[in-house]
């Protein structure tokens, strides 16, 4: 018998619906189906609040940081867009020769890097501070 403690089962499962601003954050890019759908202004946007969100603050050195991180991305969209396009397998020499995409390669190195650029900003899963709490009970969680 697998019965969840009463009190797990107000959070089993998940909601039949999702706030708009929670359901515009989940989800795949808009990129990976629409490719004239990168926009690299709006993905600086919202990287700044998630700079904001994370760390309570920003510091002008990041911005170089930023910057490689969006060209990386850049990089990664192009290569995806392309290998949409042209499949995963190509031919060399003249048709004689099936091989793997050069673009698979690109994006690959390119994915990596935006790991690191991600994780060295802090906004990777592993690498982004706890969460505050909030509310009446904030400082009391908080501890000493």
Known sequence: MNQLPANLHIIKGRPETLPEKVRAVLGAAPWLTDAGAWNRDEFLEQIDDAMWMA????????????????????????????????????????????????????ADKALGRVATLLSELGLSPKTRPPRRPTGKFAELIAGP
């Not at 910057?67 to 991305?73: A, D, P, R, V």
């Open 55 to 106: 760390h309570g603050q920003g510091h002008a050195i990041d911005q170089h940081l930023i910057g490689m991180l969006i060209s990386q991305i850049e990089v990664y969209v192009k290569c995806w867009q392309a290998l949409q396009s042209e499949g995963l397998v190509c031919v060399f020499n003249a048709g004689q020769t099936p091989g793997k995409n050069p673009y698979l390669a690109i």
